[in-house]
């Protein structure tokens, strides 16, 4: 069945919208809700801003475009009057990592009251896992597979930034990532498009509430527009070098579903796209995304973006940067005062269209209605602070980033049920440069959180286990050093106690922007490390933070039981004495594979089969030399302290036409000794298309909670969107033929059927 059976234009411009009109209007999730409600109809949010911009001159316009850096933190009082005086000359229209109250309040007054036309300022700011209350970050809550967890989390920090005065967070960043070097990968959802897409309209929801006029929403950023996760070489900055399917299969979903569940805000990636530079893509901005999408929302430079068309070689000048920012659909110049300074005689001499400007300004505007901004310009702010003081690191907003934390931690290695620990323990020896690091539970891009909030894991153990037992700390080595004098220190704690948990893993500044690494090895002597406490034969238990996965390979087999934390946010070292002791049951799974070393990246589940596949005893076969062309732990991994099995898969019809619904149904039983969460994966493979397919993708996922012997039925409906494909001329399409659905605990494993998909 074609959606669309127009001749393919020539045109790259004609080339994308053609793909893009084809494609589905949202990736299926259960879970999604409506888009927020603006404040007001369109109508009249039109007559206000067509009034508004009738009264404006060209520079108080392209004021409205400036986005200067932040001001009243890091900036003395020269640099403060001078950015006030370009308040009062209506020279900016935003400002970037500006917060506080007060502060926000005494800018928002400027502005209004003491400018020509009082239009409001916009605060935006990296509100990206929390504000002040840090959650885990992104990578860590994909791993809960919960995105009302996650949508929950995005709410919390939307209520404290509002209340600090913050109108605009840049967040969600929803690319996908599947080169682990890449420092960025953990402020994502990891590899998969689909939970990429889930989780992306989850977070949207969050930051942006159900109403946008309210004064706890802000206005929600879907980043980094696009493939800017496929940067050649885990380099940030680099080219992304993809093609036409990759990008449209892979890469756009994610965003399509952010704009579906209501984004008020796009921001262009660092990246270019077959060799035009992402601020310059006329045709991704404003051929996809705005006509084919049907986006109208506002379009934010990356942080001097646009004037980085100048290195890029696609602009000569500061001039030529910024008329290629706006002719592409850059609403507004992140930093570079490119748009403020060089484009007012360019606009002036008619090598800029004032159409071009006044679109972007509009969108500007609209921003600032739909927040309700021009009813009440203070509603984010209040002069005492009170609701600042009021709605900040409250304990409600600290247990829910304890609970998103319980659920993002993924067990990968429970041998000889060495988890839970026992709370009769005499000694237990916490061994590790993390086992007290603040900076690790908040991780990167932690807004305004302070170490002094956070609870490490150290001190979470401390409060679980109380007096009934000695705890024996030892640093044994720091994180990424050569030296292994404390390595003696180590294994005597560790031989002096009953039990031994290490916590080891990456600092907090080797993950994020500009982080990126040539190895995924524990830094340091980390390992060496951890197998010379092994060797002493106690239990031992490792738990790793880290913002990427890590090839540890080493201490499979050595090292019994390994949990994976990444940065879990302030109340990580709670949630993390949870799970160890057994309070919590743990239910996270891997939102990315782990490889055994760097030399498999990227690898991913849902690569394509080749001509060649693997086979363990054909040499000519897609594999390795030196290692296993497997995952050391596949995506959707993680263990529980109980077991499931899997069984009675059933479809409901064997066969179904293109355009029909398709029920699956699956028992899952939970065959242990205690209750536990199951994250239960659906994944689909079209087994002979007409061009090549994945070996299988998720289509579905539900977090399933069961008692010791019970099951219980689980179904899932599959619809168009999920059996679709483009087919070679880049149709979205679904083809005639068999596909099979896979059932199970993660990608890698699961029940499996078949069913056939017939002509109309």
Same mark, same amino acid.
């Given at each position: ?42 109508? #009249? ?50 400002? /970037? ?101 889930? /989780? ?70 660092? +990246? ?7 601020? #310059? ?46 002719? #592409? ?10 748009? /403020? ?24 505007? +609209? ?19 009170? &609701? ?26 429970? +041998?000889?049920?060495?988890?839970? /620990? ?93 982080? +990126? ?29 880290? =913002? ?96 499931? =099995? ?38 689909? &493979? ?72 017939? &002509?109309?």
């Amino acid at each position: 069945m074609k959606l669309n059976t127009q001749t393919r234009p020539c045109s790259v411009l004609a080339g994308l919208l053609a793909v893009a009109l084809a494609s589905p209007a949202a990736w299926a999730d259960p879970q999604r809700g409506a888009a927020p409600a603006v404040s007001g109809d369109r109508a #009249a949010e039109r007559a206000f801003v067509d009034a508004l911009m009738a009264k404006m001159t060209l520079d108080e316009k392209l004021g409205q475009l400036n986005q200067p850096p932040g001001v009243g933190n890091n900036t003395g009082p020269e640099a403060m009057a001078g950015s006030e005086d370009q308040i009062r000359k209506g020279q900016i229209g935003s400002y /970037l990592g500006t917060q506080g109250a007060e502060l926000t309040c005494r800018l928002q007054r400027i502005a209004v009251e003491e400018s020509r036309l009082g239009i409001p300022l916009l605060f935006a700011y990296d509100v990206i896992h929390g504000h002040r209350t840090i959650f885990p970050v992104p990578l860590g809550e994909a791993a809960s597979f919960d995105p009302a967890e996650v949508q929950n989390a995005a709410r919390v920090a939307a209520v404290e930034a509002t209340a600090h005065g913050i109108h605009w967070t840049y967040a969600p960043m929803v690319d996908i990532a599947r080169d682990p070097r890449w420092g960025r990968v953990v402020e994502g959802a990891g590899e998969d498009t689909y939970l990429g897409s889930v /989780l992306a309209a989850a977070r949207v929801r969050g930051f942006q509430g159900t109403d946008l006029a309210a004064p706890d929403t802000l206005l929600a950023t879907a980043k980094h527009f696009v493939a800017y996760g496929a940067a050649e070489g885990g380099r940030d900055y680099d080219v992304a070098d993809i093609s036409e399917r990759t990008l449209h299969e892979v890469y756009l979903p994610p965003f399509k579903a952010a704009v579906d569940a209501g984004a008020q805000s796009v921001m262009a990636s660092f +990246n270019e796209v077959a060799g035009v530079p992402m601020h #310059a893509h006329q045709p991704l901005i404003e051929g996809v995304l705005r006509q084919a999408w049907g986006w109208d929302g506002l379009l934010v430079s990356d942080y001097t973006g646009v004037m980085e068309l100048m290195p890029h070689g696609v602009a000569a000048d500061r001039e030529e940067a910024g008329r290629l920012g706006l002719r #592409a659909g850059v609403d507004v110049d992140m930093v570079s005062t490119i748009y /403020l300074k060089d484009l007012p005689a360019a606009v002036r001499a008619g090598r800029v269209p004032m159409a071009q400007v006044d679109a972007s300004v509009r969108r500007v505007l +609209n921003a600032k209605h739909r927040l309700g901004l021009f009813d009440d310009p203070y509603r984010y702010c209040t002069d005492d602070g009170a &609701r600042e003081r009021a709605l900040t690191l409250t304990p409600a907003h600290r247990q829910a980033a304890r609970t998103m934390a319980q659920k993002s931690l993924v067990l990968l290695e429970n +041998n000889n049920d060495t988890l839970p /620990l026992s709370r009769s323990l005499r000694t237990l020896a916490v061994i590790g440069p993390l086992a007290d690091h603040p900076r690790a539970m908040l991780g990167n891009w932690a807004a305004i959180g302070r170490e002094e909030d956070a609870v490490t894991p150290l001190a979470g153990l401390k409060a679980a286990l109380g007096d009934g037992t000695r705890l024996i700390v030892a640093k044994g080595a720091d994180i990424d050093s050569q030296d292994t004098s404390g390595f003696d220190a180590a294994v005597r704690a560790a031989k002096q106690a009953d039990a031994v948990v290490m916590f080891l893993g990456e600092h907090p500044d080797m993950s994020a922007e500009a982080n +990126n690494r040539t190895t995924l090895d524990l830094p340091g002597v980390q390992e060496r490390l951890a197998l010379a406490v092994a060797a002493t034969g106690k239990p031992v238990v490792a738990v790793l933070l880290n =913002g990427r996965p890590l090839s540890i390979g080493a201490l499979q087999g050595k090292v019994p039981a390994i949990l994976e934390a990444w940065f879990p946010g302030v109340e990580g070292g709670h949630a993390i004495a949870d799970v160890l002791l057994g309070d919590v049951n743990p239910s996270g799974k891997l939102p990315v594979t782990f490889p055994r070393n760097v030399g498999q990246v990227p690898i991913y589940y849902a690569h394509k089969n080749t001509g060649r596949p693997p086979r363990e005893q054909e040499k000519y076969s897609s594999k390795y030399l030196d290692v296993h062309w497997t995952p050391q732990y596949p995506f959707g991994h993680g263990l529980s302290y109980t077991t499931f =099995g899997y069984g009675d898969l059933s479809v409901k019809q064997p066969r179904l036409r293109a355009d029909g619904q398709q029920e699956v149904a699956v028992r899952v039983t939970n065959t242990g000794p205690r209750a536990g969460v199951e994250v239960v994966q659906l994944y689909v &493979r079209d087994d002979v298309a007409s061009v090549t397919r994945p070996v299988k993708q998720l289509r579905g996922f539900q977090r399933v909670a069961l008692e010791p012997g019970e099951s219980r039925t689980v179904t899932f409906t599959l619809g168009f969107d999920d059996l679709a494909m483009y087919d070679a001329a880049m149709q979205r399409v679904v083809e005639p033929g068999t596909f099979t659905v896979f059932v199970g605990g993660s990608s890698a494993d699961g029940v499996q059927a078949q069913f056939e998909v017939v &002509r109309q």
